[in-house]
């Protein structure tokens, strides 16, 4: 039996455009997805997923067509179960060629779903990790976070930037422009998530985006005013002391560059109104800066803050269900019991 775990994510900045090569620069936190893999005899693969839904379920399958679920739950909620898992497996099974290896998959997660905080990378990292571990072989970081890459590509029909795959695999803050993929320095920055309950469909989203931006001249250049804000940032960033607590001067900065973000992911249509309130109560309660985290529509805010004020008061909003401090995560992946 292997069991990895692999953090989720906030956006820094940069979420959305890095879809279209626009640099981003996303932060892996302290919350994660651990996913236990032990081997089987036959090449079925038996997935327990109790964060998936309020009851969890477990299905067990050999190949797409016979599913079958240990409790009578919906389609679509079977495909979220299996979908990235299933890609995991595959990648896991070519790295170590092992076309017919079959496993029994434990997800356990921290992690709210579909909420901005990169849930389905940490899957698929954390994923491939134990399964490949459970075979013998044991990847190199930059193959895990390609391979991770890959899967999450194919389960969201092209729709995906390496981003939060490498971000998960790494830790730390990572800048992702393209293919390009490299870890930054920073200091420690205090982040303040809140989390509506809710959650936004990327793939839609990001459609939605990318049919503005092709309606419009001036939606094609907000993309491209939003990478001028991440290399605005980076410059910020690379200037700063890494490891140390940050300068108030650099929060400040920081800070204005997230709400001028955020401002322009709301005219491209990706906030919402819940999303707007808390990033809205995070700044009165004297939060550096605010914005949505991920791709939008529902989930979770992300803010500066290095006091308690915007946590305590984004527990007293109304549209908040939850709002917690999240850490820098500086170790991505890693093998919790072997
Ligand atoms: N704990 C979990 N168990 C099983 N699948 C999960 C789990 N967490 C995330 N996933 C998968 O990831 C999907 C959510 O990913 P996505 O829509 O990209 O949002 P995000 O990555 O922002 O959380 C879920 O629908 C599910 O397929
Ligand atoms: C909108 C986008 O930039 C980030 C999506 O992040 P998340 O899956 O909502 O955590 C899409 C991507 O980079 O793949
Ligand atoms: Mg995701």
Known sequence: MTVSSAPGKVYLFGEHAVVYGEPAVPCAVERRAAVTVEARD??????EASDLSLDGFTVEYGGTADRRPDVDVPASLLDAATGYIDAAVEQARDAADAPDAGFDVTIESDIPLGAGLGSSAAVVVAGIDAATRELGVELEKTELADRAYRAEYEVQDGEASRADTFCSTMGGAVRIEGDDCRRIDTPNLPFVVGFDGGAGDTGELVAGVRALREEYGFAADTVENIGDIVRRGETLLSAADPGADPTEDLLTELGRLMNFDHGLLEALGVSSRTLDNMVWAAREAGAHGAKLTGAGGGGCIVALDDTRETETA?????????????????EGVRVEEA
């Not at 984004?314 to 999240?326: D, G, I, K, S």
């Open 42 to 47: 036959d090449d079925r693969i038996r997935v």
């Open 314 to 330: 984004l527990r007293y909003t109304a549209e908040c269900e939850n709002a917690f401090r999240a850490e820098l995560d500086r």
